[in-house]
């Protein structure tokens, strides 16, 4: 047989078959695989849709919060996130790009940024309920009351690292002949970092906070005991102040049909509002790197 | 995304040679103060230190506050499952096994599929189509986890409930393995369903970095693989998968982390019972969850201090888990 036969006479016509199957199967599993992560994606989509459009008309956004069986919306919700965000983004904003210069610049290659990286990278995995009672034992116990301030500071918390993170990373990027060419001008380094590398970081920067942001933005846990929530529209930092995931949860598990409406009508608003933070986020990332 | 260090550059770059710090003018042609960029550099120094203390507080308020049920209970804090505020008597063993076990089902139901997903987007999948289902994979990720928590008990759990629950009860014999296994009220409000949502939630986070790494493995050892006649399984699973073997590991550790301290998906979902879990589709309940639920609403001081004495074995469980994971990593990981 081997005389007639023009193929290698090693071939091994069972085992080329074997392989053949194997890979069919394993190309198979991993295109259902994909299916399965997409239709995860799209069934929780579409329930978030069909649910959530029906929660949602205009007294959504202009009344506040209804008793069962009235009339109502999301609006001391919506204020109260965005006060409490708010609060956090600032904090975060100034601390974290400060810490994130640190490291890029300052503290390279000394061992106490090897540690803080470490640190803060532990920090953004750091489940987020344990960050509320921090803050609670922080500024709730102590003063006696739960406040829109300490849910900021626990919002803060949780961007900080990220932020951190975000602008050690972009900054890096920078090349390093711009810190040189600032430097043959005569400016010192805190000069160069501030009107030059800052400057050129701008985009990066901007995605750093995008992403801290949706961070979060739909944070429930460290919310439920720092900024409690409350039941009316309120501008007070010293008081408990509304939150959406707080205001979705307690409407979700609640036994009022619209309650529960709202609650999906505030749930889609919030994922629109942090996905599209997502993207933009991440959309200006590719058009900063990949220049 | 590996980032080149730059050189670090000398401090004494703005000095003179003489030893007189250099004056640098601004457009106005004021001097200015040779100490701003000192200043500046305290302040980064500050924010740093700052970012330190936030982990030390945390670890500081954690001990301190659960240190009164700690010292009380002593090591029955860990062994016993009476979980009764009314008689003030606490003990974990039931929410730290269900924070466990519910972690690392979902790993084990997420793993295989967020590596499927991974081989299929790096090397099997048009790379045109690729980036679009990359940015699909990013946006499960990207849903917060109230979301999650809302369509796992309206829609998995009656779904669950109706067509896994009570078929299941219908026809497995009573007493048998698989009885065991299953028994429990049919509501869907379980832990597997906890462990299936969990699942969904880190799947994205899994996916998106073992992506960033198989994307990493140097193209000529997967020509040379496919050169010798190497198929894709082959080239995957016996040339990249070992290439990026400990970062893999790193990116699992990370997702079992962040299953660890979930929380309010959780809590929708897993019937809230301190009760030992004695089934997987028993109720049972999360170190996250106990504390979302009760915070609020303790009254006692030993009941606060159970709670936090909890999240100081939640903080604990998943220090050393995400510790690990960073560790393997590297500085590759993601952002988020």
Known sequence: ?291 | MTVAQPPSVPDTVGAAPNGNTLRVHNAQGEAKKPGGDALFRTLCLAAVLAMMATLLGLVGSLVSGGWMALSHFGISFFTTSTWDPVADQYGAAAPIVGTLLTAFLALLLALPVAVGVAVFLVEICPQAIARWLAIAVELLAGIPSIVYGMWGLFVLAPWFSAHVQLPLMMSVTPGSWLDTLTSGVPNGANIFTASLILAVMILPYIAAILRELLMSVPSHMREAAYGLGCTQREVVMRIMLPYVRKSAIGAVMLGLGRALGETMAVTFIIGNSHNFPHSLFDSGSTISSTIANEFTEATGDMHISALIALGLVLFMITFVTIAAARLLLGRGGETK
């Open chain 1, 1 to 291: 047989m081997s005389g007639k036969n023009l193929e290698n006479a090693n071939f091994d016509r069972f085992l080329h078959l074997r392989r053949k199957a194997y890979n069919t199967v394993f190309l198979v599993l991993t295109a259902l695989a994909t299916a399965i992560a997409l239709a995860a994606l799209a069934l929780i989509l579409e329930t978030l849709v069909v649910k959530g459009v029906g929660g949602i008309d205009m007294a959504v956004f202009t009344m506040s919060q209804p008793a069962p069986d009235m009339a109502g919306g999301l609006l001391n919700a919506i204020v109260g996130s965005l006060v409490m965000c708010a609060i956090g983004m600032i904090i975060a904003l100034f601390v974290g790009i400060l810490a994130g210069t640190w490291l890029a610049e300052y503290g390279d290659g000394t061992k106490l940024a090897t540690v803080v990286r470490f640190l803060n990278d532990i920090l953004i995995s750091a489940p987020s309920i344990l960050i509320g009672l921090f803050v609670y034992e922080l500024l709730v116990r102590p003063f006696h009351g739960f406040s829109a301030v300490a849910g900021g500071v626990a919002l803060a918390l949780l961007a900080m690292p990220v932020a951190t993170r975000a602008t050690e990373d972009i900054m890096r990027l920078q090349p390093y002949a711009l810190r040189e060419a600032g430097m043959a001008l005569g400016a010192n380094r805190g000069h160069v970092i501030r009107s030059i590398i800052w400057r050129a970081s701008k985009s990066g920067l901007m995605t750093g906070a995008l992403l801290s942001f949706a961070r979060i933005s739909g944070e429930t846990a460290p919310l439920l005991f720092t900024s409690l929530g409350n039941p009316f529209l309120s501008f007070k930092l010293t008081q408990p102040m509304a939150s959406m995931p707080t205001t979705i949860f307690q409407f979700a598990m609640s036994a009022y049909d619209d309650w529960q409406r709202l609650a999906w009508g505030g749930a889609l608003i919030i994922a629109v509002a942090v996905l599209t933070t997502n993207i933009i986020g991440r959309a200006l990332t590719r058009g900063s790197t990949h220049k």
